[in-house]
Antibody, heavy 122, light 111 residues
Framework: EVQLLESGGALVQPGGSLRLSCAAS????????MTWVRQAPGKGLEWVSV????????YYADSVKGRFTIFRDNFKNTVYLQMSSLRAEDMAVYYCARNHLSCSHAACYDPWGQGTLVTVSS | QSVLTQPPSVSGAPGQRVTISCTGS?????????VHWYQQFPGTAPNLLIYGDVNRPSGVPDRFSGSKSGTSVSLAITGLQAEDEADYYCQSYDNSLSAVVFGGGTKLTVL
């Protein structure tokens, strides 16, 4: 069974840093790009970042560029999101998701993890 | 303001057919990028419902269907059931933003 399990969400002060992890199982991890999507409380979905299967290419939303870093460890089957200079507007549930191999002309995501909550507050 | 525009809410009675629209522009849907749909129940992660405009992942009932015309796509749900009550999001790619984009989401209420 394909599973994604996020961890690392916490309460952090504005300006602080946090690292999220997403442990994958049930599939050949390095064959898939992996993506982070977030959802602020009561709001819609926002794409955050993606890393290719080999980890060599990464892409970011403008809202997090320069503050967040996505990377992966294909030996540990884990993708990470290192977040720094956190702002109130970064507060959200962060989901990791596997890029679907059948979606090449615009990525799509299946499955998604259960999400981890990041709260930014003093 | 989302790049892809969805109605905030739709509703229908059990057994009826409802549609949810997703309108984009020439830099996303109109540029030929695929559109995907997700279903999200309260407090849970989204689930892929339709991919590549019209395709259903295995396990998704054929009551759910997608269509595309120009810069708009639609999700249709026939034979509406109480368990279909959820939030629905469309998603694509925008080449002017160089980013994945989501619609603002539509809350489906089954009356």
């Amino acid at each position: 069974e394909v599973q994604l399990l996020e961890s690392g969400g916490a309460l952090v002060q504005p300006g602080g840093s946090l690292r999220l992890s997403c442990a994958a199982s049930g599939f050949t991890f390095n064959n898939y790009a992996m993506t982070w999507v977030r959802q602020a409380p009561g709001k819609g979905l926002e794409w955050v970042s993606v890393v290719t299967g080999d980890g060599r290419a990464t892409y970011y939303a403008d809202s997090v560029k320069g503050r967040f870093t996505i990377f992966r460890d294909n030996f540990k089957n884990t993708v990470y999101l290192q977040m720094s200079s956190l702002r109130a507007e970064d507060m959200a549930v962060y989901y990791c998701a596997r890029n679907h191999l059948s979606c090449s002309h615009a990525a799509c995501y299946d499955p998604w993890g259960q999400g981890t909550l990041v709260t930014v507050s003093s | 303001q989302s790049v892809l525009t969805q109605p905030p809410s739709v509703s229908g009675a059990p057994g009826q057919r409802v549609t949810i629209s997703c309108t984009g522009s020439s830099s996303n849907i109109g540029a030929g990028y695929d559109v995907h749909w997700y279903q999200q129940f309260p407090g849970t992660a989204p689930n892929l419902l339709i991919y590549g405009d019209v395709n259903r992942p295995s396990g998704v009932p054929d009551r759910f269907s997608g269509s595309k015309s120009g810069t708009s796509v639609s999700l249709a749900i026939t034979g509406l059931q109480a368990e279909d009550e959820a939030d629905y999001y469309c998603q694509s790619y925008d080449n002017s933003l160089s980013a994945v984009v989501f619609g603002g989401g539509t809350k489906l209420t089954v009356l």
